[in-house]
């Protein structure tokens, strides 16, 4: 006999409403489908259409690889950060990124729980050893700043570790722009209803569950935390010389669009056109924190 799920129920304020939330249920709350696409403020009502989506992402690829002929040429180095709450997308941006690449030269970096050695060396020192050498792309899914969010609302540091770390971060990060890596810090912003149905939708996906964690569930009651933290990481940590660039990323296709085309319109590479690349969507698009609502 097959043993019944066990509940994963929570109770969240949505909005100053009361609801419950049980990740396990099958069946996904009409306030959760209703409101996904447009939580957070989101500009748009309907998707891209995949086949626009696809067409304009191939035309990004191209130009994608013509960079990386441009960093093997001059030995240019190229470093992204991507940044978001759970289920903001941020494997699937840099997947879409890198798809296409050398893998030999365009690398991707997702940490994993720092060893008891690392616990003890500088907090950003694991995370210099993996810099990008000549002609090389390197993409961070997640980075140092899981000490802007992650860490303080989960109890993982101390309340001086972090805030020695909005201290030193854009100081270390200066560094990186005067060695002349071109630096890109992206922050995917997502609505509470559309995380909600992301989580529902990996716990009920076979391919997909092993990317819902039992921290996913005990983080759920902190998004205001999770909000709190962002705002004061966006704010303290957006310089000239390394700004955040904001996405809105409850539509998975046109964030992915934009944050590429950014990276693309910002690096001077030969034989770029700009025709291909397109403009960027404002209403998607951001610098800082001035994108969100």
């Given at each position: 006999?097959?043993?019944?799920?066990?509940?994963?129920?929570?109770?969240?304020?949505?909005?100053?409403?009361?609801?419950?939330?049980?990740?396990?249920d099958p069946?996904?709350?009409s306030?959760?489908?209703?409101?996904?696409?447009t939580?957070?403020?989101?500009?748009?009502?309907?998707?891209?259409?995949?086949?626009?989506?696809?067409?304009?992402?191939k035309?990004?690829?191209?130009?994608?690889?013509?960079?990386?002929?441009?960093?093997q040429?001059?030995?240019?180095r190229?470093?992204?950060?991507f940044?978001?709450?759970?289920?903001?997308?941020?494997?699937?941006?840099?997947?879409?990124?890198?798809?296409?690449?050398?893998?030999?030269?365009?690398?991707v970096?997702?940490?994993?729980?720092?060893?008891?050695?690392?616990?003890?060396?500088?907090y950003?020192?694991?995370?210099?050893?993996?810099?990008?050498?000549?002609?090389?792309?390197?993409?961070?899914d997640?980075?140092?700043?899981?000490?802007?969010?992650?860490?303080?609302?989960?109890?993982?540091c101390t309340?001086?570790?972090?805030?020695?770390?909005?201290?030193?971060?854009?100081?270390?990060?200066?560094?990186?722009?005067?060695?002349?890596i071109?630096?890109f810090?992206?922050?995917?912003?997502?609505?509470?209803?559309?995380?909600?149905?992301?989580?529902?939708d990996?716990?009920?996906?076979?391919?997909?569950?092993?990317?819902?964690?039992?921290?996913?569930?005990?983080a759920?009651?902190?998004?205001?935390?999770?909000?709190?933290?962002?705002?004061?990481?966006?704010?303290?940590?957006?310089?000239?010389?390394?700004?955040w660039?904001?996405?809105?990323?409850?539509?998975?296709?046109r964030?992915?669009?934009?944050?590429?085309?950014?990276?693309l319109?910002?690096?001077?590479?030969?034989?770029?056109?700009?025709?291909?690349?397109g403009?960027?969507?404002?209403?998607?698009?951001g610098?800082?924190?001035?994108?969100?609502?």
């Amino acid at each position: 006999m097959e043993e019944k799920a066990e509940s994963r129920a929570v109770e969240l304020d949505i909005h100053g409403i009361k609801r419950i939330f049980d990740v396990v249920d099958p069946v996904l709350p009409s306030w959760i489908e209703d409101e996904a696409l447009t939580s957070g403020g989101y500009p748009y009502k309907k998707k891209l259409k995949e086949d626009e989506y696809l067409d304009e992402l191939k035309a990004l690829q191209i130009e994608l690889i013509k960079v990386q002929f441009w960093l093997q040429a001059t030995g240019k180095r190229v470093m992204a950060l991507f940044e978001g709450r759970d289920a903001a997308g941020k494997g699937g941006s840099i997947a879409a990124t890198s798809a296409h690449m050398n893998p030999r030269l365009a690398r991707v970096v997702a940490l994993t729980k720092p060893t008891d050695r690392e616990n003890g060396q500088w907090y950003f020192q694991r995370y210099v050893a993996q810099f990008p050498t000549a002609g090389e792309f390197v993409l961070f899914d997640r980075s140092w700043y899981n000490r802007a969010g992650v860490e303080p609302v989960m109890g993982f540091c101390t309340p001086k570790q972090y805030e020695q770390f909005l201290k030193q971060a854009p100081q270390m990060e200066k560094l990186i722009v005067q060695d002349g890596i071109y630096f890109f810090k992206f922050y995917l912003d997502i609505g509470r209803e559309m995380q909600l149905k992301r989580f529902h939708d990996r716990r009920h996906d076979p391919r997909a569950v092993w990317k819902l964690s039992s921290m996913d569930i005990a983080a759920l009651p902190k998004w205001k935390d999770y909000s709190e933290k962002r705002d004061r990481m966006l704010e303290d940590t957006h310089t000239d010389h390394a700004p955040w660039t904001v996405i809105r990323a409850n539509d998975k296709r046109r964030a992915r669009l934009n944050l590429i085309r950014h990276i693309l319109l910002t690096l001077d590479y030969d034989g770029k056109d700009k025709e291909a690349i397109g403009k960027i969507d404002e209403k998607i698009l951001g610098m800082g924190s001035d994108i969100l609502t």
